[in-house]
């Protein structure tokens, strides 16, 4: 069954060959993703041209993200793999290397020393472990007292919910993964840890002009900054797991739905992960809370539900994906009976706002069975995706990166197409891509929507109902 909310899966050693990539695209998947925090060069080499493979033998068009690393702070070697942390205890983090022990550990972020303040709370292990910093020594150790214990691994995350880190937003590691990105077949990148809009500024500055950004939302500092950030980006992610970790885990479903809003409100896609089948990753079936999960994401109006290990290395992939796609399915068929299309407040363009809110109104007033969009960059088709229409969204573009790109958008299906010389040029495109597709019949109407000049960035100004012939 076709859903209109998009699917992410990651990529691992689950599901990385063309057989397996080839049955998850046909249970529901839409975009790929690849960490970059997992792997070497030659297995992410492997997927995307694994990915790209499939791409060819089913003749649709999938787009793959880049979901770089980030500045992701990991607790230091330990001898004899863990150790207990007593609550109570004092434990020193030291700024150079050392073997980790019950009184000191170091981290694979030396400027940490730099950063923290006193008073302020780290959080080891996702939070199983909690510590508050008594003293800093600059340049060289913090003093900490544990305040919640346990045993401590090599390798664990370390999350500072109260520390805004003055550090670049790309690690060396980062930068030198997005030149590798820059010059191979990718269409998103996902950015970790976003701080402020100016990280976003420092990764576009080194990405070829046509790909596209995702935010990760995933500290505290990023959700004061919002609306800077969501201006700066071209799609939002709401990371549940760091972010889960660095606040109060009762206000994440609340931020999930602020930031959902947002995106929709700024005619831009947002992505729901983390955790989202959690269950699958061993068992064959989701929880009740799991499908919950999901029928609020998609209630929320999230365009796409990403799968991380579920994935990636779960012992069900395949299955994962269905199950996100039937119980989406049933929570779109919810939305349509009981609330109908949805209402956008705001769109980065004035003219595009008010063709789309057009693109409605036209909608509750006459019979139409689908609405066909010319774009060149896909912004248009990103308003358009907001208002929820029942309708399938045909998007038509000449650049194949753009139409990958727009697998990412609610109710969009994607097509590559040459640029037409005349509007009604356009139209006949619409309606052959549309009649091929199964979406239209002959008789039906259709709404169309493209620009003048044709194909010219920022110039969509025309609108028009046809009639399939």
């Known amino acids: 069954m076709h859903i209109r909310t998009k699917i992410v899966a990651t990529v691992g050693p689950a599901c990385a060959t063309p057989a397996v990539l080839e049955q998850m695209v046909r249970a529901g998947v839409d975009v790929f993703r690849i960490n970059f925090s997992h792997g070497q060069e030659a297995t992410r080499a492997s997927a995307l041209e694994a990915i790209r493979r499939v791409e060819r033998r089913l003749g649709e068009p999938l787009a793959v993200m880049a979901d770089l690393c980030g500045p992701k702070i990991r607790v230091g070697p330990i001898v004899g793999g863990s150790v207990l942390l007593g609550q109570g205890a004092e434990l020193t983090i030291r700024r150079r290397p050392v073997q980790g022990s019950a009184r000191a550990i170091s981290t694979t972020l030396p400027e940490l020393v730099d950063n923290v303040e ?239 809110a057009a693109v409605r109104a036209v909608i509750e007033q006459e019979s139409i069975a689908a609405v066909a969009v010319f774009t060149a960059t896909g912004t248009t088709a990103a308003v358009l995706a907001q208002h929820r229409l029942a309708q399938p969204i045909l998007a038509m573009s000449p650049s194949q990166r753009v139409v990958r790109q727009m697998n990412l958008l609610f109710g969009v299906q994607p097509v590559r197409q040459a640029t037409p010389q005349h509007t009604r040029q356009v139209i006949a495109a619409a309606a052959k891509h549309l009649k091929a597709k199964g979406l239209v019949r002959r008789g039906q109407k259709i709404v169309v929507l493209s620009g003048r000049p044709i194909g010219q960035p920022g110039t969509t100004n025309t609108l028009v109902v046809h009639r399939v012939g």
């Open 118 to 356: 006193p008073g302020q709370t780290l959080l080891l292990d996702d939070g199983k472990i909690r510590l508050r910093a008594l003293e800093v020594r600059r340049p060289d150790e913090i003093i900490c007292r544990v305040t919640a214990g346990g045993v401590l691994a090599s390798g664990k995350g370390v999350n500072l919910p109260q520390t805004e880190l003055r550090l670049p937003a790309l690690t060396e590691k980062d930068r030198r993964d997005v030149d590798w990105i820059a010059r191979n077949d990718f269409d998103l990148v996902a950015l970790s840890f976003v701080q402020r809009a100016e990280d976003l500024a420092e990764l576009r500055a080194l990405l070829p002009e046509d790909m596209r950004i995702v935010a990760k939302i995933e500290k505290p500092q990023a959700l004061a900054r919002i609306e800077s950030i969501l201006a700066a980006t071209d799609a939002l992610m709401v990371a549940r797991g760091d972010l889960g970790v660095e606040m109060p885990l009762p206000q994440v479903p609340l931020e999930q739905k602020r930031l959902v809003e947002l995106c929709r409100s700024a005619g831009k896609a947002c992505i729901v992960a983390t955790q989202m089948l959690e269950s699958m990753i061993d068992r064959p079936g989701p929880t009740r809370a799991e499908a919950a999960d999901i029928a609020n994401a998609v209630l929320d109006g999230a365009d796409a539900l990403m799968l991380s290990a579920e994935t990636a290395v779960g012992k069900n992939p395949v299955e994962a994906v269905k199950t996100m796609n039937d119980i989406a399915a049933a929570a779109e068929d919810y939305e349509l009976t009981w609330r109908g299309p949805a209402r956008v407040s705001y769109a980065p363009s004035p003219t595009t706002s008010a063709l789309a």
